[in-house]
């Protein structure tokens, strides 16, 4: 069953480094809110018309939490199970912040950020290097403390890319590792119920002490569709919702990950897109490079 799940998925197969192109004018990746037809999709025989798959949901036959966590296995087990993940070692990428003009559709600005992934003993560890205007700024964790450094000169605590290493550096390991990082320790997952269209809404949070923020995340599935078709966030201490859409799922080397995380606004129209690109799977690295001066 994996195989023809996966079979179905619409991933773009790379070899070596993964590339994701952006679009020259926005207006391709512009679509009704409901309409993301470019998401990883099951084949009917999955969820409708049969006898559900192991991890699939089944309204009204589970408690909510185990709902829940049907939906996140199902996801998971579409793209070849937790061992998919286990493949993750190190990584790097380019990980490009596009900010558009949701009235015209045209990019306005953009800013690469080049990042370095590993699973060290100490823990998960990321440096992640960019310019902004003049200034080059690196930062990161090695497992155990977080470090910033702007034009050669060491920051500190109270220093804006200080105060934000630590989280960036968990940001770009936890974005990669999706849907895998649901099943991690401390991470709550809540059933619910449907929507008027009938589509499953999962909420996750997170327990004490875990994480840097205390935000709240909404994914929505449709039956047949393994990925979520929305991911909708609130951020701690705010009220109103973000809403997300993901593209172009790729696949380097058996490791499969989302090219393109595009944020719209209430009205439907995008805002921001969030390009992995150039991601190469298992590099050597020295650890060295993730500790601080």
Do not use: C
Not at 174 to 182: A, D, E, R, T, V
Not at 247 to 272: L, M, P, S
Not at 276 to 286: G, K, Q, R
């Amino acid at each position: 069953m994996k195989n023809r799940l996966r079979d179905g998925l619409g991933i773009r197969r790379t070899e070596g480094p993964g590339a994701a192109p952006g679009s020259a004018d926005g207006q391709s990746w512009r679509r009704p809110a409901l309409g993301v037809g470019a998401l990883l999709l099951v084949g009917a025989v999955a969820w409708i018309g049969g006898p559900a798959s192991p991890g699939m949901p089944s309204a009204g036959h589970q408690p909510a939490d185990e709902m829940a966590e049907a939906l996140v296995d199902g996801w998971i087990d579409a793209l070849g199970g937790m061992e998919t993940y286990w493949k993750l070692r190190s990584a790097t990428y380019t990980l490009t912040t596009e900010i558009w003009d949701p009235d015209s559709g045209r990019l306005r600005r953009t800013r690469p950020r080049y990042v370095t992934i590993a699973r060290l003993e100490a823990g998960e560890a990321a440096r992640i290097e960019r310019w902004e205007g003049n200034d080059f700024i690196q930062h990161g964790f090695d497992g155990v403390q977080e470090w910033a450094v702007m034009n050669g000169e060491t920051l500190s605590p109270g220093e804006k890319d200080y105060d934000e290493a630590r989280y960036v550096s968990g940001d770009v390991f936890y974005w990669i590792s999706l849907p895998f990082k649901l099943k991690d320790p401390g991470v709550l997952l809540h059933y619910d119920g449907t929507d008027e269209e009938g589509r499953h809404q999962m909420r996750v949070t997170f327990g004490e002490g875990v994480g840097d923020h205390s935000d709240t995340w909404f994914y929505v599935f449709e039956e047949g569709r393994a990925m979520p078709v929305s991911i909708g966030y609130r951020e701690e201490g705010r009220q109103n919702i973000s809403r997300t859409y993901w593209e172009d799922i790729q696949e380097v080397d058996g490791y499969i990950f989302t090219g393109r995380r595009v944020h719209v606004n209430a009205e439907g129209k995008i805002w921001k897109v969030l390009v992995t690109s150039d991601f190469v799977l298992n590099p050597e690295i020295d650890p060295a490079v993730f500790r601080g001066p």
